[in-house]
């Protein structure tokens, strides 16, 4: 446990922690080692800190917030610092927190740091309780769509989680109110809004399409997505992203099969230039291969390494 840390000089302790939360996790590093405490640094600014701490000068630590008071706060120490690794373990969060081991578990804690949501040992048991309480339990994209969820304010109909993630996922059981209640939910403030419909071209063509607007507001559509999800009963599914930018459009193509995207790299030009056509400014659009289970796996841009960047605050 490393335990109060106070700052070294200048301003106020309300002042200094006011972008610290208890479920956070940061990173630290030792700046002057001492006998009854060290001094670290923390978002470039010092403080002073007792506990549990590493042994060189210059170190780097991850740690879990835990309290964050007036004129202190206290955290827990996790682990060093890897080299060559961009973020903390989940294993090693999870032994913290003392969660039972498991990829479940590791799942909801990376997919809870993805979307800047408060780590604690109540959420992520109260997430696999409810998530394994759902018929959708276990399938592909599950615990992705189920975390991302809680950034949303849910209808309270019954059943409403489970119709949402059901149209999300793109299962046999989905039904048009999925899609409807998806677009009765509420954003909270700075996140995300994201609507949707769905496309309907008969048997050939059929999908989904989401209009994705940043937390702030967009200013003249800057930093609004459009994404669209096509299933072709002559194909294989795959995703065509959208990107409104103040110098220009951006866009990616995604498929699950390497010889689709090649197919796409030969013909994405024409995309370009029948938007070119169309007035926009064209970035040069990316193909990707890689599996795309819902929506959810594009909102953030990438993929989920296995170790994740959770510096939000150094």
């Known amino acids: 446990m490393v335990k109060p840390i106070q700052p070294v000089a200048g ?30 640094s923390l978002g470039g600014r010092l403080y002073r800190a007792v506990g549990l701490l590493p042994a060189r000068q210059g170190q780097y630590f991850w740690a879990w917030v835990e309290k964050v008071g007036s004129e202190q706060i206290t955290v827990r120490h996790i682990a060093p610092v890897q080299p060559g690794r961009d973020g903390v373990s989940a294993v090693d969060l999870a032994r913290v927190l003392g969660l039972p081991p498991g990829a479940e578990t590791e799942q909801v804690l990376r997919e809870l740091l993805r979307w800047g949501l408060p780590v604690d040992r109540e959420t992520v048991l109260r997430l696999l309780a409810v998530g394994r309480a759902l018929p959708q339990a276990g399938c592909e994209g599950f615990w992705p769509a189920l975390v991302w969820l809680q950034t949303r304010e849910l209808p309270s109909r019954t059943g409403a ?40 071209g008969g048997e050939r063509l059929q999908g989904e399409l989401y209009v994705i607007i940043p937390g702030g507001g967009p200013e003249h ?10 299933r072709s009963g002559v194909g294989d599914d795959f995703w065509v992203v959208l990107g409104f930018e103040a ?37 040069p659009f990316a193909v990707e291969t890689r599996r795309v289970n819902s929506v959810v796996d594009l909102l953030s841009g990438g993929e989920v390494a296995a170790y994740l960047p959770l510096d939000v605050r150094v």
């Open 11 to 40: 301003g106020t302790g309300q002042h200094l922690f006011r972008d610290l939360a208890p479920g956070q996790v940061v990173r630290l590093q030792l700046v002057e080692p001492g006998i009854n405490g060290a001094i670290v």
């Open 161 to 200: 989680l489970s119709k949402i993630l059901s149209y999300l996922l793109g299962w046999p059981e989905a039904a048009p109110e999925g899609q409807e209640l998806l677009n009765q939910s509420g954003f909270r403030p700075g996140r995300e809004q994201v609507l949707t419909l769905t496309l309907n």
């Open 221 to 230: 559509g800057v930093g609004t997505r459009v994404v669209l999800h096509f």
């Open 247 to 283: 110098d220009g459009l951006t866009g990616r193509v995604v498929t699950d099969r390497e010889t689709r995207a090649a197919l796409f790299r030969e013909k994405v030009s024409l995309l370009e230039e029948g938007l070119a056509d169309l007035g926009y400014r064209v970035h």
